[in-house]
Structures are given as C-alpha cells and as structure tokens.
C-alpha cells in the first residue's frame, strides 16, 4: 500500500536528498507517494510540522532541539533520525570587509586567508579600528535564532576576541534577501547555505571568506525533522523514509551523478537556478572571489557520505551547548538530555539494519578553537570561552 | 500599556491592498491603532519604532523568520514577544495557517483581547484570497474569448463555417475530447500557426 506524505522544504542545496529520493523514484520504491512542499520561512515549516500540516520536514538542526525544549517557541517534541547534511554554509563578506581583514592579517594572506582564528584576530582588529572612528558597528546576516549559521559566525568572531552581541550586529536575514542586502551595503557579510554564498560571488559583490567547516568539521546542518508522536504512531512509515532518503544521499554522493542531481536541483519548482552553480556545490569546489579564484574543499558539504547521515547525539549536545552559551538557554542536565535525544541514531541504525557504531568519536566535532567538545562536562567546555552570555 | 486604550496593531505585508483590506476591518471593528509596514528593510528597527501590541504578518513573508529575533533576549529588545499561537488553541491555529496569516503579541496584553483581532485578520485574509480568485478567474474568461474568438476566425476563413457553425465545431469537439473550449481553441490557433 502507498503511503502519501507532505514534507516541508526550504528551497537550499541541503534538502538536495529529500528532492532526489521524490525524483529519482527512490520514495515511490519504498511505497511511498511524497509531496514537497516549497517554503518561505523555518518559521514556517517549523509551524506546519508542529500542528501536523507535514508529515516530515527540512529542518535546521537547532529548530529541533529549540522545538523539543520549547524554546522561544511553543513545545512540540520532534526527532531527527536523519541528518540530510552536514556543513555546507559559508561566510561570505562585501569587497570592502575582505580588503579590510586582508589588510589586518598578521602575516602573509596565502597562509591565513583559510585559518580561522587569524581571520577572526583580523577582524577584531577592523572592529577596534572602526570604534576609534567612530564608524558604525559592522552588521552581519545569519538565517535564523537557533541555527548553526549563528552559532558558527558567533564562534568563529568569539574566538578572534569579537563579541557577538556588544561589537557587531547580527540580524536574521531570509537565505534570498542575503544577496540584495549584501549589495545595497545593509549587511556587512553573512552566513548562509548555497546556493547564496556563490551567487553573491558570481554577482561581484561578496567574497566567501569561509567555509564553515574551517570553523567546525562536522556540524549537523539540516535534519529530517519528524514529531516524536509521529514517529510512534507511524515506525514503518519512518523507517521507509529513512531508507529513502538513504538511497538518495547515496546517489548524490556518487560523482558520476552529480550533473545530474545539479539539473534536478535546478528545476523551478525545487531549488531552481543555475545547474553549474549547484553542481559546483556538491563537488565543494566554489568560486571564492570574483576574480575568479576556486576553492575546493572534501569537507564542504557532505550529504551521507563518511557516515554523514548518522545523527549523533554528541552533536546535539554542541548544539545545546551553543544555545547555552549565547544565552537561549540555561543549561540543566535534563534538557541536555532532551536535547541529546532527539538525534535518534537507533531509529536509523534500525530502519537500515545496521549494527549501531558511531562515525564520530565524542571529541569529533573539531572546532579550532577552545578544548576538544565534552558532552558530559557542558560547564566545564564553555567555561573555557571567554566571550558569552550564559544565563546560569 | 494599551489595556486599556485601543492595541496598537502593526501589518506586515507587501501586497498593499490585502493591508489596506486588513486595515479597514480592522478599523471597522474599532481598533483605531493600525499601522501598516510594507518595506521589508530594517523590518525589526521599524517595528521597534511603531512599538506595536500586536503584529500580523503574512505566512508568504520570508521575513517572518526575522520576527523570531524579537523572541531573543539582546539588547536590541526592550521587552519580550510572545507568540499567540499556544497549544491551547489548535483551532485558531489551523484556521490562521489556513488562511496565511500569523499574528504575534508582544507581553503585557491579555491574550483574550487578541482573539477578536486574529478572528477579524483570519476572514479579510480569506476574503482577499477570495477577491483574487475571482479576479483570476475573470482573468482567465476574458483570455479564453479572446482565443475562441480568434480560433472562430480561422475555421470560417478556412472552412467556410458561419461564426454560430464555427463555435459549434469548437464545442462539440472539446465535448469529445473531454476538454475546455478554451484549450480546443488554443490548440487551433497552435496549428494555424504551424501550417502557415
């Protein structure tokens, strides 16, 4: 018998395989009968999945573990069995704050341009100059509250020595006003999924400074989001998506298919765009300056390969330990084990008969800054930055 | 503040005249604080101007994303919001998202005096959408007369039919092939073009 589902999209490179598993028939092989359901606002779709408009949902990471713990918003428990990436924003800045930073760094650019903490140095430095002049503080675009956009830019500027919410301003910014805002000389830079980072490239008027997986490794990005009722009432339905959406990442992951997964992804009535931009996505190989400058990068965006899909609860538990440290959240031994449980990696070890192993040790979310990550010590981890607003 | 004078009622839309429909509902009813923003730039800073009690925005708005800052707790924020939309009420909810619209209420108003304002959003939202469809349909009418009046033309000419022989053609066919007039006439005018 088929199933039908309504699952919720944001039109970004990262519901790449939701959209494939409908496309390429690997849904329909499972009896399953999906509509996606184009998007405006993680608000949105956060609102739609919460009352039972969807079925499932392209989700960022944090708005599950936000949902779960009613953060800011009202309490709905949700599970992620399926992560559908990892990594994959960038930060890209305007013309004028790359020459600025490129200026402050100590040392040579061909070195630094791609370490972190000698551009977040940098930056510190072009905020303390702009305060001597009296300059407007720099003002930088992220997608939403509980997003690992925010918590990469707030980590990343912390570590150089900026203070996120005193020396700069972070505003939330809809993924297609980013580009616009950027241009008009509204925002200063952003952090943003793809397609947008590139687009600002190609349009001359951003440069992508960095990769978020210089900041992090392996960061949860966008889960497959489900009620947890749901998921009780409804296993098999679940297991089958999940086994789905495995089919689909894995032939996204195959090289010789990624021109063809561009072309899907650049239909209209998905993502839409330019093939050549997406497919540079997938391959993490990305034109960085308008001068014509690529970057490649293994780590980029993963979508199911290196055991990407595996939702592990220790990056649920960063996560928190973000949400913690920037204030959203006072930290308590339950609602991080709340939080832990909504990466349910036993759901997807179980849908795909796979002997549960972890591709990730518990050190493996690989910042480049502070101690290696401790999910049994989250007090003891953020006592170690200096820069934060935990409220107790 | 504003319990007891009329709540100040900032729309966000961009489809001016959705807004001004929204806005005259609103007055009619007696809420006389209405205010309407529809550039959607520094969207935060302007709602912090207007210092609203409650805000309507419409679901098709990517910067409803932007509101959810105003749940943060930042120094940009002097006083907390809080989303209308509780678990008590599904109700209401499903009725709003139905609609397309959401509604938030910033802390200090009684939750009671909102219902009257989301139930007056909820039914100018449908009825705008109404208005359109109706308008789209007119829309669509007016094209199909063209188009069956052109493919009219083209049978008489070709077939030496009169105008009434020539609609006939038209309708018995569409009625054979279980299609509308409209796109029988089209699919004339497709040929005609590739046999000129």
Same mark, same amino acid.
């Given at each position: 018998?088929?199933?039908?589902? %309504?699952?919720?999209?944001?039109?970004?490179?990262?519901?790449?395989?939701?959209?494939? /598993?409908?496309?390429?028939?690997? /849904?329909?092989?499972?009896?399953?009968?999906?509509?996606?359901?184009?998007?405006?606002?993680?608000?949105?779709?956060?609102?739609?999945?919460?009352?039972?408009?969807?079925?499932?949902?392209?989700?960022?990471?944090?708005?599950?573990?936000?949902?779960?713990?009613?953060?800011?918003?009202?309490?709905?428990?949700?599970?992620?069995?399926?992560?559908?990436?990892?990594?994959?924003? /960038?930060?890209?800045?305007?013309?004028?704050?790359?020459?600025?930073?490129?200026?402050?760094?100590?040392?040579?650019?061909?070195?630094?341009?791609?370490?972190?903490?000698?551009?977040?140095?940098?930056?510190?430095?072009?905020?303390?100059?702009? %305060?001597? @002049?009296?300059?407007?503080?720099?003002?930088? *675009?992220?997608?939403?509250?509980?997003?690992?956009?925010?918590?990469?830019?707030?980590?990343?500027?912390?570590?150089?020595?900026?203070?996120?919410?005193?020396?700069?301003?972070?505003?939330?910014?809809?993924?297609?006003?980013?580009?616009?805002?950027?241009?008009?000389?509204?925002?200063?830079?952003? &952090?943003?999924?793809?397609?947008?980072?590139?687009?600002?490239?190609?349009?001359?008027?951003? !440069?992508?400074?960095?990769?978020?997986?210089?900041?992090?490794?392996?960061?949860?990005?966008?889960?497959?989001?489900?009620?947890?009722?749901?998921?009780?009432?409804?296993? @098999?339905?679940?297991?089958?998506?999940? %086994?789905?959406?495995?089919?689909?990442?894995?032939?996204?992951?195959?090289?010789? !298919?990624?021109?063809?997964?561009?072309?899907?992804?650049?239909?209209?009535?998905?993502?839409?765009?330019?093939?050549?931009?997406?497919?540079?996505?997938?391959? *993490?190989?990305?034109?960085?300056?308008?001068?014509?400058?690529?970057?490649?990068?293994?780590?980029?965006?993963?979508?199911?390969?290196? *055991?990407?899909?595996?939702?592990?609860?220790?990056?649920?538990?960063?996560?928190?330990? #973000?949400?913690?440290?920037?204030? #959203?959240?006072?930290?308590?031994?339950?609602?991080?084990?709340?939080?832990?449980?909504?990466? %349910?990696?036993?759901?997807?070890?179980?849908?795909?008969?796979?002997?549960?192993?972890?591709?990730?040790?518990?050190?493996?979310?690989?910042?480049?800054?502070?101690?290696?990550?401790?999910?049994?010590?989250?007090?003891?981890?953020?006592?170690?930055?200096?820069?934060?607003?935990? &409220?107790? | 503040?504003?319990?007891?004078?009329?709540?100040?009622?900032?729309?966000?839309?961009?489809?001016?005249?959705?807004?001004?429909?929204?806005?005259?509902?609103?007055?009619?009813?007696?809420?006389?604080?209405?205010?309407?923003?529809?550039?959607?730039?520094?969207?935060?800073?302007?709602?912090?101007?207007?210092?609203?009690?409650?805000?309507?925005?419409?679901?098709?708005?990517?910067?409803?994303?932007?509101?959810?800052?105003?749940?943060?707790?930042?120094?940009?924020?002097?006083?907390?919001?809080?989303?209308?939309?509780?678990?008590?009420?599904?109700?209401?909810?499903?009725?709003?998202?139905?609609?397309?619209?959401?509604?938030?209420?910033?802390?200090?108003?009684?939750?009671?005096?909102?219902?009257?304002?989301?139930?007056?959003?909820?039914?100018?939202?449908?009825?705008?959408?109404?208005?359109?469809?109706?308008?789209?349909?007119?829309?669509?009418?007016?094209?199909?007369?063209?188009?069956?009046?052109?493919?009219?033309?083209?049978?008489?000419?070709?077939?030496?039919?009169?105008?009434?022989?020539?609609?006939?053609?038209?309708?018995?066919?569409?009625?054979?092939?279980?299609?509308?007039?409209?796109?029988?006439?089209?699919?004339?005018?497709?040929?005609?073009?590739?046999?000129?």
């Amino acid at each position: 018998m088929t199933q039908s589902l %309504r699952i919720g999209f944001i039109p970004l490179v990262d519901a790449a395989a939701l959209i494939v /598993a409908v496309d390429k028939g690997f /849904a329909a092989a499972e009896g399953l009968d999906i509509t996606l359901v184009r998007e405006v606002s993680w608000s949105n779709i956060r609102d739609k999945l919460n009352i039972g408009l969807f079925d499932a949902a392209h989700l960022l990471a944090p708005v599950a573990i936000a949902s779960s713990l009613g953060l800011g918003h009202v309490k709905v428990p949700i599970v992620a069995p399926f992560n559908l990436s990892l990594n994959g924003n /960038a930060i890209t800045v305007s013309p004028a704050l790359h020459a600025a930073i490129l200026g402050e760094l100590a040392g040579d650019p061909r070195d630094l341009l791609t370490d972190p903490l000698a551009t977040a140095q940098a930056l510190s430095r072009v905020v303390a100059a702009r %305060r001597k @002049q009296g300059a407007e503080p720099l003002t930088l *675009g992220m997608t939403f509250p509980f997003s690992t956009h925010n918590y990469q830019l707030r980590f990343w500027m912390a570590a150089g020595g900026v203070d996120p919410d005193e020396d700069v301003r972070l505003v939330v910014l809809p993924p297609p006003f980013m580009v616009d805002s950027l241009a008009n000389g509204h925002v200063d830079g952003f &952090c943003v999924g793809a397609p947008w980072n590139s687009i600002a490239v190609d349009l001359g008027i951003g !440069h992508i400074l960095h990769f978020v997986s210089d900041i992090l490794v392996r960061a949860a990005e966008k889960v497959l989001a489900v009620r947890r009722n749901w998921s009780e009432t409804n296993p @098999q339905v679940l297991a089958a998506l999940i %086994r789905a959406a495995t089919a689909a990442a894995d032939f996204i992951e195959q090289p010789q !298919h990624r021109a063809e997964v561009a072309r899907i992804l650049a239909q209209p009535e998905h993502i839409g765009g330019d093939a050549d931009v997406l497919q540079r996505t997938l391959d *993490g190989r990305l034109k960085i300056s308008p001068d014509g400058t690529y970057r490649e990068s293994s780590r980029y965006l993963l979508v199911g390969r290196e *055991g990407a899909s595996r939702p592990e609860p220790v990056q649920a538990a960063w996560l928190y330990a #973000q949400m913690v440290r920037w204030g #959203q959240a006072s930290f308590s031994p339950e609602a991080l084990r709340t939080a832990q449980q909504v990466f %349910r990696s036993d759901l997807y070890d179980a849908a795909l008969g796979r002997a549960g192993k972890a591709a990730t040790g518990p050190g493996d979310i690989g910042a480049f800054a502070g101690p290696a990550f401790d999910a049994n010590d989250i007090a003891g981890h953020l006592a170690a930055f200096k820069i934060g607003r935990r &409220c107790g | 503040m504003g319990t007891e004078s009329s709540p100040k009622i900032v729309i966000v839309d961009e489809s001016p005249i959705r807004a001004a429909i929204l806005e005259e509902g609103l007055r009619e009813a007696g809420f006389t604080s209405v205010a309407h923003i529809r550039e959607m730039h520094s969207l935060l800073a302007r709602i912090y101007a207007l210092d609203p009690d409650v805000i309507v925005i419409d679901l098709e708005n990517p910067s409803r994303d932007v509101l959810e800052q105003m749940f943060q707790v930042s120094r940009a924020v002097r006083r907390p919001v809080a989303m209308f939309v509780d678990q008590s009420d599904t109700a209401s909810i499903q009725a709003s998202v139905d609609a397309g619209v959401s509604a938030y209420i910033v802390d200090g108003l009684k939750k009671e005096r909102l219902k009257p304002i989301l139930d007056l959003c909820i039914s100018r939202f449908n009825a705008f959408a109404k208005l359109q469809d109706e308008l789209e349909r007119a829309r669509s009418a007016l094209e199909d007369r063209k188009v069956i009046d052109r493919a009219k033309g083209i049978l008489m000419r070709m077939k030496g039919l009169t105008e009434d022989e020539a609609y006939v053609l038209l309708r018995s066919t569409a009625m054979r092939e279980k299609k509308k007039i409209g796109e029988i006439a089209q699919s004339v005018l497709t040929a005609s073009e590739l046999l000129k």
